[in-house]
């Protein structure tokens, strides 16, 4: 079996807030090392299963986090920006599951450090379907019938995934008390339910479908204000609501929604004066 894994930071065990995923920050380099040993079980899990082949992707701001040199040596990992399909990269028809680690809560819902890509992002639409950064990742599987099998981070992201992917496998290895507090198991035993939790993950798989995203679907943006919808819509095809910080997108594919997507919060992101 072949296996995809996309690694974000923010749903890591024992991670409360961003001291911990800021590189410029005290805690950061703790916090690599927490997030190399989180992969680390899942990566002995999933081969001990029988998988041949795992890829990871580091997920999380420069996407540059994960320690290469104390990674399980038989995965491979992709790391560093840019990357045209960012939080997915390489992931693609070959894999027969996906798993999300130390995923959070999209933007405006309760959960650690929850946020869909950038703060500037208040939500996120494909059509009528409200997502956030886990949903825009399962619909790019989605597209590439690829299943997502676990995701893995607090309880607010673990209820998202639920609601999202029927029968999918999910791993709590905090609870969120604020946006900034968690109650958390200790690595070693967050390692042991990771472990547990890949397995079940693994042979559950068949019951667990792609999340199927619509053929030409509409991007919509809602941004924290006005300004930032300005920036994103000098993307050109989108359009921005005369009122209010919308910026929508008509896509041709779900590949096409997503690089969008890429693009306007990048744009968005030059807005000086919050």
């Known amino acids: 079996m072949k296996l995809y894994l996309s690694v974000d930071m923010e749903g890591i065990t024992g991670l409360p807030d961003h001291t911990y995923i800021d590189s410029r920050l005290h805690n950061y380099e703790r916090a690599r090392k927490i997030m190399t040993e989180e992969t680390n079980y899942v990566l002995d899990a999933a081969f001990q299963f029988g998988c041949q082949e795992i890829l990871v992707n580091d997920s999380h701001s420069k996407m540059n986090n994960i320690l290469i040199d104390q990674l399980h040596p038989d995965a491979h990992l992709i790391t560093g920006d840019a990357k045209p399909f ?80 029927p029968n999918v496998t999910t791993a709590i290895v905090k609870e969120s008390i604020s946006r900034s507090a968690v109650k958390s198991l200790t690595p070693k035993k967050a390692g042991e339910l990771l472990t547990e939790k890949v397995k079940h993950a693994l042979l559950q798989k068949d019951k667990v479908k792609p999340l199927t995203p619509p053929k030409k679907p509409t991007l919509t943006i809602e941004f924290n204000n006005y300004g930032q919808a300005e920036w994103a819509n000098l993307m050109p095809g989108t359009k921005i609501d005369s009122m209010n910080p919308i910026v929508s997108y008509e896509a041709a594919s779900m590949l096409e929604a997503y690089q969008a997507m890429l693009v306007m919060i990048e744009l968005a992101f030059q807005t000086r004066f919050a």
């Open 86 to 165: 960012s939080m997915v990269q390489g992931l693609d028809e070959t894999y027969q599951g996906a798993m999300f680690i130390g995923y959070h809560s999209r933007a405006g819902t309760p959960g650690v450090m929850s946020h869909s890509m950038i703060h500037g992002v208040k939500t996120m639409y494909i059509d009528d379907h409200e997502v956030g950064e886990m949903g825009m990742n399962a619909y790019i599987a989605g597209y590439y019938e690829v299943p997502i099998l676990l995701v893995a981070g607090d309880d607010k992201a673990a209820a998202e995934a639920e609601n999202l992917i």
